[in-house]
């Protein structure tokens, strides 16, 4: 059943044809079975799973539906606080920390009647894109991208239906295009950080992993508003994401894209891409213009790894002193983590001001660009899931070295910079086995036309339909 869509899933549900206890039952069957080699899990809430699920069917006897995810096994990422479980975003630091309240993204989902079945695995403090120790579930030997990597494992294995992850620099859509999944990252301030361990105060978002876009819209509707224990939170009317891609927009069919402009950023931001993700990116960029959209290049220089890392790092250092971890518990980090932390609060006023105006220039002229294009398509990642032996080294692609975290984050980091909306979700395999992500990138608050993108390329293949072997 966990195979099934949210759409499916919640007609079964309403009709009788399933219990939220069969569905949970699966899940856990699933984790029992799976996690122990793919490792995707750091906390499995049996027990609260299983009573949440009696609820949701007392609720559904008495003809009290809340909606598309009632009864629906949801994992969150070890950085979301839920109540009365472990909150250790993968570190020492943390590791008897219990959270004493639900996350604000954790409140809605249950208020829209999900089920948490658990906490996924991070890196540490989602300081990292790899996510030690998860397994890529394709390639047990490969990396399942991160930070978020525990959700998207548990996505891809069917261990769940939905899961909720952060991306500060890319860590929903490395993972997702890693692992084969479809992963948003919302509008910056769309969905409340309340109750999520912060990162980096200016780039964090939180957002939803699935097997679809459509399945991603039913969660993004759910988690989406105003929260004003979040001081990042932004206002708007609710998201009605899910009603748009069923609907279709104007008047027209939900997989018509007839009419729609998209923009292909050119090689110097793209490159260096392996061969087989340019082969898929330009594969789909087809499938888009015989469904109607209309394609141009359009001109964009692409922000550095080093202003990135010059807002990034001083701001997680600042959460961190502000808790007292780092006076208190240095000794607990893991080497990596403690180092970037450090170096973040060696890096100077100065210098943190000038890469907060780099970064408003690049937002400009991003803006400016998608006032001419309604999306940007390119990839997500520019090479497949890497070994996890070379995590610490130079990978070579397209002959040119890089090292492996700044070929990770330099195809997703400029849209954390500027905040704008983006998806990943899977275009193709390579010859090895692993999957190609494809990045959908749109406007401000238009989730909707990103996520219809996504859906309208996703009833044209079936990429996102491959089972794990």
Request: aromatic share 6%; charged share 20%; net charge negative.
């Amino acid at each position: 059943m966990l195979y099934r869509s949210i759409r499916e899933l919640a007609d079964d549900i309403r009709s009788g044809m399933t219990t939220p206890g069969e569905l949970v039952s699966e899940a856990l069957e699933r984790i029992e079975a799976l996690d122990g080699e793919l490792q995707a899990f750091v906390t499995v809430m049996r027990a609260a799973a299983l009573q949440a699920a009696e609820e949701a069917e007392r609720e559904q006897r008495r003809g009290f539906f809340r909606g598309p995810l009632h009864g629906i096994p949801i994992a969150v990422k070890d950085l979301i606080a839920v109540r009365g479980e472990r909150l250790t975003a993968g570190s020492r630091v943390l590791a008897d920390y219990v959270a004493p309240e639900d996350a604000s993204v954790v409140e809605h989902l249950r208020r829209h009647g999900a089920i948490i079945i658990g906490k996924t695995n991070t890196h540490e403090f989602g300081l990292g894109v790899f996510t030690p120790p998860t397994h890529n579930p394709w390639k047990r030997d490969h990396v399942p991208g991160g930070s978020s990597g525990g959700s998207a494992v548990a996505v891809a294995a069917c261990m769940c239906v939905g899961a909720i992850g952060t991306d500060t620099g890319g860590s929903i859509r490395i993972p997702a295009a890693c692992c084969g999944v479809t992963g948003l990252k919302p509008t910056y301030g769309r969905v409340s950080c309340h109750g999520v361990i912060p990162l980096s105060r200016s780039l964090d978002h939180v957002g939803p992993l699935a097997r679809s876009a459509e399945d991603c819209a039913f969660i993004f509707d759910a988690i989406a508003g105003y929260d004003p224990r979040d001081p990042e939170s932004v206002s708007g009317p609710p998201s009605r994401s899910s009603a748009l891609l069923i609907e279709g927009p104007e008047g027209r069919g939900p997989l018509s894209l007839q009419g729609l402009r998209l923009g292909l950023p050119p090689e110097d931001f793209v490159a260096p891409l392996d061969p087989e993700v340019r082969a898929a990116w330009r594969a789909a960029v087809l499938i888009f213009q015989e469904a109607g959209a209309h394609i141009s290049e359009v001109s964009l220089s692409r922000p550095s790894l080093a202003t990135f890392r010059t807002i990034q790092l001083p701001e997680a250092a600042f959460a961190h002193r502000e808790r007292g971890w780092l006076s208190e518990r240095a000794a607990l980090y893991g080497p990596l983590t403690l180092r970037r932390l450090q170096e973040g609060e060696r890096i100077r006023a100065v210098d943190y001001l000038r890469a907060q105006q780099e970064r408003r220039v690049f937002s400009t002229q991003l803006r400016s660009v998608l006032q001419r294009v309604d999306a940007l398509v390119l990839p997500a990642q520019p090479m497949p899931a890497i070994p996890i032996a070379q995590i610490d080294q130079e990978i070579t692609i397209e002959g040119q070295r890089e090292e492996a975290t700044t070929a990770s984050l330099r195809l997703t980091l400029p849209f954390n910079l500027a905040g704008l909306p983006a998806v990943a979700f899977p275009c193709g395999f390579s010859q090895a086995g692993l999957p190609l992500g494809l990045q959908v990138v749109g406007n401000a608050f238009d989730e909707a036309t990103v996520l219809r993108i996504a859906h309208a390329y996703q009833q044209l293949t079936d990429w996102h339909r491959r089972d794990i072997p």
